[in-house]
């Protein structure tokens, strides 16, 4: 059996598996990747793009797509805005970070106030996630 897509499902060596992510959020992660908040440019432009293990932006994990994603450290970092902190908020972030959480991937949310006050700090912050996450 070739290699490639069949209705949803991978095809590979001639075993059928399922999907990790849901593809039809791809063009919905390319329309953000374009789209990208301020503090999302900051962090990727001035960090994460150059950074020695590779990330890659608006990944689609699942039924989501995160902000930033680490493969090899299994590492998801979201950025968050003030919408996040509302009950509603809190609620939908708590469900979304345990089933991904779910598949052996660590989340860290980081404010985005925090990524416009103390950059330096925040790039520390994931730096030290990376190191620690590539150790165990």
């Given at each position: 059996?070739?290699?490639?897509?069949?209705?949803?499902?991978?095809?590979?060596?001639?075993?059928?598996?399922?999907?990790?992510?849901?593809?039809?959020?791809?063009?919905?992660?390319?329309?953000l990747r374009k789209?990208?908040?301020?503090?999302?440019?900051?962090?990727?432009?001035?960090?994460?793009?150059?950074?020695?293990?590779?990330?890659?932006?608006?990944?689609?994990?699942?039924?989501?797509?995160?902000?930033?994603?680490?493969?090899?450290?299994?590492?998801?970092?979201?950025?968050?805005?003030?919408?996040?902190?509302?009950?509603?908020?809190?609620?939908?972030?708590?469900?979304?970070?345990?089933?991904?959480?779910?598949?052996?991937?660590?989340?860290?949310?980081?404010?985005?106030?925090?990524?416009?006050?103390?950059?330096?700090?925040?790039?520390?912050?994931?730096?030290?996630?990376?190191?620690?996450?590539?150790?165990?």
């Amino acid at each position: 059996m070739p290699k490639g897509r069949w209705h949803g499902k991978a095809v590979t060596e001639g075993y059928i598996t399922e999907r990790k992510h849901n593809t039809k959020l791809t063009d919905n992660a390319k329309m953000l990747r374009k789209n990208m908040t301020k503090e999302e440019r900051h962090l990727w432009y001035d960090f994460l793009r150059t950074y020695p293990i590779r990330f890659l932006r608006q990944k689609v994990i699942d039924n989501y797509i995160v902000d930033f994603y680490c493969h090899e450290a299994r590492l998801i970092i979201e950025l968050d805005g003030s919408q996040h902190y509302e009950e509603k908020g809190l609620l939908k972030d708590k469900i979304r970070t345990e089933k991904i959480e779910n598949r052996n991937l660590t989340v860290i949310r980081i404010p985005n106030n925090e990524v416009n006050k103390n950059f330096r700090s925040v790039c520390e912050y994931i730096d030290f996630f990376v190191k620690e996450s590539l150790h165990r």
